[in-house]
């Protein structure tokens, strides 16, 4: 029987991938220091560390590559990207970067001074980072369902704004520097922020003259929820969807290399005049020109094509289903899995699955690397090593929400790639009893989950 619907598109293209035996396995793993992020990619057979960058292009952004203008100013590519953007998102004013992070760079530190919090719907990695270094802290606002992987809520992502009203009572309104919300929450489990949230968050901020900066790297995915979940969009276009959750919002920053099918790139967009004069003014210092940003014109051509393709609803359907076929067929046989199952990945509860495992021997590291040990698939640890430790006291940070991230890139594997590793999660799930946990050897000052290094214990 089929599941779910069929792809739309076929493959022009293949890449070869080999399988590492068994032996090398567990030499590869070792060398790594147990961290997936440390693997060589020639070591991989299958690899679900992210869904950033790793889409496979159309025929239609590779032509777009070919017409790369590569000028070091005023680039044809640049201004198609500004007008996809303004069709697609609706922001007026752009300023290119070459991924995420260097727009959350120029965006949060322009936007926060030392003291100040920034609200927001779950932490992610870069981003709590990017609050940080200008001496400002990430605070969460997200509803209490999120940190809960059983509960069922069809809009895990929404903001509490009790929560939010409590943060401007206990700081003070002018503690708040902006307030960040994330569409389809990485750190929840994908999990989608509803129109309705969005409308009232954003009533509530009119009141208090509070701005709101999204972080709209998955918003195309976010849309296609709110179609599916939320009543009265049911049949509305995707576009008109995103345009206006981001009428909600003062501007975002947005990963390119996730909903735009794109290999690298990365933006800022905004309404606001005074952020994108002070962001297109610093953009020069670290980016490149502001009309590219530390992208190649190919490279902007190829994302304001993906921008457009990634909002099609054949496409953004087929997408949402491949990530459930996995989640279904795991969560069939009671393997533990956050739920509902979200938009980019299929989360697994660590604490679940390993609960013979204490916090410190990092239970969802030690799965990530057990995965990849049985199977040679790669996913990736978000837990307390991804939380990191807290700035003030140092202590290591224990979310609730342990979890190891099975991220399926965009038109890149079949489902049959989907049944190999729900069968490799469904066998050491029976074995799960024998699996010892690790020690961290080596953590690095930033991001640590990137280079840390562990060894095995035993049991
Ligand atoms: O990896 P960048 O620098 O293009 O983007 C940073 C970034 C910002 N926001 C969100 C929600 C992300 O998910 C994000 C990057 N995510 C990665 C790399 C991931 O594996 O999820």
Redesign the pocket.
């Known amino acids: 029987m089929m599941n779910g619907p069929v792809e739309p598109f076929k493959i022009k293209m293949v890449e070869h991938v080999g399988m590492p035996d068994e032996k090398r396995r567990k030499e590869a793993i070792k060398e790594a220091g147990y961290n997936t992020f440390l693997l060589k990619s020639e070591d991989v057979f299958i690899d679900l560390l992210?869904?950033?960058g790793t889409s496979a292009m159309s025929d239609y952004q590779w032509s777009g590559m070919l017409l790369g203008d590569e000028a070091y100013a005023g680039a044809r590519n640049f201004y198609n990207l500004e007008k996809a953007i303004q069709d697609i998102l609706g922001y007026k004013y752009i300023v290119p970067t070459h991924?995420?992070?260097?727009a959350?760079h120029l965006m949060y530190s322009h936007l926060v001074k030392p003291g100040q919090i920034v609200p927001r719907n779950m932490y992610?990695t870069?981003?709590k980072l990017h609050v940080e270094l200008p001496g400002g802290k990430m605070v969460d606002m997200i509803i209490d369902e999120a940190h809960d992987p059983e509960n069922e809520h069809p809009f895990k992502g929404n903001v509490d704004l009790k929560k939010l009203q409590k943060y401007i009572d206990d700081y003070g309104l002018d503690k708040i520097a902006f307030v960040s919300v994330?569409q389809d929450v990485?750190m929840a489990g994908g999990q989608p922020v509803s129109m309705e949230n969005l409308r009232k968050l954003r009533e509530f901020c009119n009141d208090y003259k509070l701005k709101i900066i999204y972080?709209a790297?998955?918003s195309s995915e976010n849309a296609y929820f709110i179609r599916e979940r939320e009543k009265g969009y049911e049949n509305t276009p995707i576009i008109e969807i995103l345009r206006e959750m981001m009428g909600y919002s003062d501007g975002c920053?947005y990963?390119a290399?996730?909903d735009c099918l794109v290999n690298i790139g990365?933006f800022l967009a905004t309404n606001d005049k005074d952020i994108f004069e002070a962001t297109r003014n610093m953009v020069v210092v670290y980016e490149g020109l502001h009309t590219y940003g530390g992208m190649a014109g190919r490279d902007m051509e190829a994302v304001a094509r993906g921008l457009r393709e990634g909002t099609k609803y054949e496409y953004l359907k087929y997408r949402i289903h491949q990530v459930r076929y996995l989640g279904d067929m795991l969560r069939e046989v009671n393997v533990p899995i956050v739920k509902p199952i979200g938009g980019h990945a299929v989360f697994l509860d660590a604490v679940k699955f390993l609960p013979h495992l204490e916090r410190e021997q990092w239970p969802a590291q030690t799965l990530a690397a057990a995965i990849y040990e049985d199977s040679a698939v790669r996913s990736?640890e978000r837990g307390a090593i991804s939380k990191g430790r807290d700035k003030e006291t140092g202590e290591n940070l224990f979310p609730a929400l342990e979890l190891v991230r099975l991220?399926i890139p965009r038109r890149v594997y079949t489902n049959s790639h989907m049944e190999y590793t729900a069968e490799s999660i469904i066998r050491l799930y029976e074995k799960r009893n024998t699996i010892p946990g690790l020690k961290m050897i080596y953590e690095p000052e930033y991001l640590r989950f990137f280079q840390a290094r562990f060894e095995k214990l035993s049991l």
Request: net charge neutral; no cysteine.
């Open positions: 992210t869904d950033s991924q995420g992070r260097g959350e992610f870069t981003s994330e990485n972080d790297t998955r920053i990963s290399k996730k990365g990736m991220t």
